[in-house]
């Protein structure tokens, strides 16, 4: 499926322990379907399934897939594949999504990747960076960024004078100094398993939407003091979330040409 992605490298975490969290519970009202979203197809496969297979293609020892919204229809199409999945019933934000996989992690030692279901266009190639970039930096957290046109709606990513990331700030609670930022988070992490889920239980939903954000895990990394990195997406195409059938569309159209322009 993903001869598109395939590179002459090993997966950047041979040597190292890596488990894959895919988030895949929301609706996408904007879909204007009632079919889970992660099951639109890009280019003939549901979008869900270019995310596992990124996962498999980094060599993680578990996949755990987070599902809500039509979970047993999605956990019928992977059913023949070698993941878990895990349930999220209430939509109460990306940081509550990631605890609904403790128990499903709570024997594996190592870092932890964390991707979207809907973001079809991650390459492997990618991924591999930002894993090398993870392992050799040692750090806590390592951020996937990218800098698109327009910032706006996306959550910007702060950083200290060190080029340290010290947190990221949601567009709709972001100030006027902090929305000027041009780079942005995509939603996709590395985090070390040790410090995840105590750093996920300790999140709070003081904002605007009365959410637990996964991003809220950055500053508690700095108060206790670890290291966190960003590492940038030279084509922000490349992380688009799908919310609407337009963006289904050009995500095909993109990946596509990708599978033309493969010898």
Known sequence: MRNEMKSEHDPAPAKEKLATIILAAGKGTRMQS???????????????????????????????????????????????RNIEFAYQGEQLGTGHAVM????????????????????????????????????SQGSCITVLTTIPDDP???????????????????????????KKIGEINTGIYCVKKAFLFDAVAAI?????????????????????????????????????GINTLDELKKASSIMARRRSDTP
């Open 34 to 80: 009632d079919r889970a979203k992660v099951l639109h197809e890009v280019c003939g496969n549901p979008m869900l399934s270019y995310s596992i297979e990124l996962a498999h293609e980094m060599g993680s020892r578990k996949i755990v897939v987070v599902v809500g919204h039509q979970a047993e229809e999605v956990r019928r199409q992977y059913a023949d």
């Open 100 to 135: 609904q996989t403790k128990d499903k992690l709570e024997d594996f030692e190592g870092d932890v990747l964390i991707l979207c279901g809907d973001v079809p266009l991650l390459t492997e190639t990618t991924i591999h960076g930002m894993l090398q970039d993870h392992f």
């Open 152 to 178: 706006s709606g996306y959550g910007r990513v702060v950083k200290g004078d060190d080029n340290r990331v010290l947190k990221i700030v949601e567009d709709r609670d972001a100030g006027d100094a902090e």
């Open 204 to 240: 709070g939903n003081d904002n605007v939407q009365k959410e637990y954000y996964l991003t809220d895990i950055v500053e508690i990394a700095g108060r206790r003091q670890q290291a966190v990195n960003a590492f940038l997406a030279e084509d922000p195409l490349e992380v688009m």
